[in-house]
C-alpha cells in the first residue's frame, strides 16, 4: 500500500511531462463510448474522474459533453487549469466523489480505475450516476503482438519483475473491474497509433509511475539503454507507438 500510494502520487511533480508526452485517445474511441453509454455525448452531464492534465477531457469537452473534472492531485490539478482554464475541475477521487446523487450521464476514468478501491469506487458510481448513465472505464495498452513493442514489454518486464502481457490481461477481466458483480460491463478494443521522435516515446515510458518511483540512476541507465534498442529498429529516430484501447462500459439499471 506505501509503494502504491507513492505510485499514485508521482504524478504531480511529473505532471508537465505527462501532459507533453502522454498519448491521447481516437476518435473511435469516443465512438464506442456513444455506442455502449446508449446516447450522444453532446449535452451529456460527464465527470472525468481522475481527470489527470485533461488528455481525455478534453476529448469529452470537444464532442459537446458538458463535462466536469474531478481530479485529487494538486500537481496535476494545477498542470490541467493551465491548459484548459474553461473546463470547470474539482479536487477530490473516486472514491469520495465530490458530486450530487443521480447527477451525471456517464462517468468517465482515463487511466484512472486502477487507482481506486472497487469496494468504494463502484457504490460512488452507483450513486451518481442517474438511472440509464454509464460508467466508461478505458486505458491505452500496449499492441503487444508487435515484435519490438513486445521486445521492449520484456526489457521492462526484466527491469522490474513484472509479466507485462499477465499485466494486459488482468487489466481486461471484466469481473476485477467490479468484483461485487454489481455492473456488468462491455468490452471493447480500438487500435490506433501514432508517430512521435524517440525523445517523446522515452519521456512517455519515463511518465508511467512505475518509472516516476525508480531510482534516478537506474531509470536514466535503462532510458540509454532504451534509446540504442530503439535507434535499431527507428534509426530515423522517429517511433510508431501503437496501442490496443481497452474500454469497459456498465450501466446502471
Known sequence: MPLHSARAHSFNAAAAQYAANRPSYPPALLDAVEELAGRPLAGARVADIGAGTGIATALLHERGAE???VEPGEGMAA???RAHPRIPIVRGNGDALPLADASADLLTYAQAWHWTDTTRSVPEALRVLRPGGAL???WN???LDIE?????GRRV???FGIDVPAEKQRAARTDL???SGRLHFIRREVRWSRRVPLDTHLANIASHSVFLVCPEERKTAFLAAER???LNVFPDGVVEETYDVLLLVATKP
Do not use: K, S
Not at 148 to 152: L, P, V
Open 67 to 69: 463535462v466536469l473534472a
Open 79 to 81: 498542470q490541467f487549469r
Open 136 to 138: 466508461a472505464l478505458w
Open 141 to 143: 495498452t500496449d499492441a
Open 148 to 152: 519490438w513493442i513486445a521486445e521492449a
Open 157 to 159: 518486464g526484466r527491469f
Open 177 to 179: 473491474a467490479d468484483p
Open 228 to 230: 540504442d534498442h530503439l
